[in-house]
């Protein structure tokens, strides 16, 4: 009788361990899906905006066309710095020459994309 009774316990411990471990695979599942779903949305809201040098164009990108354009891109060594160190930036292709974009802004009030490196972070349209 006392045997039993361990090993009902032991049953229901193990069964427990069990549900828990399903539980937790499947709020891993779930996790998984929407993860995959949400990751790219091809929308115009996900958009981020690029400049392209080359065009002396900015652009829109939606986040799943971000994905396929992004590449990491390594600058020169920049001369006046002593410890040579050299931090890769995000960019991405170009969809007119295949050159590499660099991470623009968009104005709000005329909708000119522009890089704000080059312009000193104001939109170069703008009256000042
Ligand atoms: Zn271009
Ligand atoms: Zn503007």
Redesign the pocket.
Known sequence: MELMNVSGGQAARISAVILLLVTAALVALKGEAWWWTERAPDTPDSATYWY????R?GFALTAAEYEKRVFQYLPKGDPMRQDGLVRPELRVK??????G?VSARRCLTDNEIFDPAETGGVCPKCPK
């Open positions: 392209c040098h080359q065009c164009e170009c969809p007119r020459c295949s050159a974009a």
